[in-house]
C-alpha cells in the first residue's frame, strides 16, 4: 500500500490555541496523569508499609512494576483518541521534535500533565496521611550504592526505550498497513513501562517520567524530594530526544527523504 508522511505541524499555530479541542485534550491530559500518580504511588506506599518488617509482604517489586505499566495501558487506551495519550513530558517532548504537535500544545499539555501529577500525588497523602511522610512520598531519589550519574544513565535508557516503543506503536505508516496496530498499541506502551520499572525500580525508583518525579517531590517537600530531581527532568528528556532522532532520522529516514526531495525540486527548477 503506497504512503505518505502526513506533513509536519507547524511550530506555532495560533489558531491552535481557538479550538475547544486543545483544552479537551488539556483536560484528558490532566485527569490521566492524575490516576496516574494517584493509583502508583498508593501502590508505592501501600507495599513500604506493608512489607515493613515482613521481607514478603506487600505487592513487591513485581506488583509496583504492574501497577504503573498497566495504569499507563489504560490510560493510553482510555484518551488516545482524545489528546494522543502522552501523560509523560518526555513523551511530549519527543513528540514535539518529531514535529508531530504544535509548541503551543506541548507547552500546555507538559503544564497539564505536572499540574494533574502534583493534584493525584495530593490525594495520596490526604488518605494515606499516617504513612505518606513515613514512608518517603513515593518520590524517586538515586539509591544508595549507586552514583548520579548511574542514576542519570538509568533514566536516559529507559526513557529511550518507553519513547521508542511509543513511536515504533503509533507508527502511521505502520497503521496504513494494519489497521489493528493503532488498537494494540497501548498494550506495548504499557509493556514497556513494566519493564523498564523491574530494571530501574532499584536504581532510581524509575521516574522515566517528569511529571512522575514532580508531583511527589511537590506534595513531599522535603530536601531529600529535590536533590536527584534534576536526574529526572535531564535524564528523560535527553532519552525521549535520542529516541525521536533515532525513529526518525535512522529507521524511517524522515530527514534524509525530506533533504533528498528539497535537493529533487530545486535541481528540477
Known sequence: MDYQDAPPKALI?????TK???YRACIAEFVATLLFLYITVLTVIGYKSQSHGHECGGVGILGVAWSFGGMIFILVYCT??????H???????????ARKVTLVRAVMYMASQCLGAICGVGLVRAFQRAFYTKYGGGVNVVSDGYSKSTGLAAEI????????TVFSATDAKRKSRDPHVSILAPLPIGFAVFMVH???IPITGTGINPARSLGPAVIYNKPKAWDDQWIFWVGPFIGAAIAAFYHQCILRCSAGKALGSSRG????V
Request: zero cysteines; charged letters at 10%.
Open 198 to 200: 523491574l530494571a530501574t
Open 87 to 97: 501523560i509523560n513530558p518526555a513523551v511530549t517532548f519527543a513528540l514535539l521534535l
Open 157 to 164: 535508557v529507559g526513557t529511550f526505550f518507553l519513547v521508542y
Open 13 to 17: 499555530d495560533r489558531k491552535e490555541i
Open 80 to 85: 488516545a483518541g482524545l489528546s494522543g495519550g
Open 20 to 22: 475547544w479541542s486543545l
Open 265 to 268: 525540486t530545486s535541481s528540477g
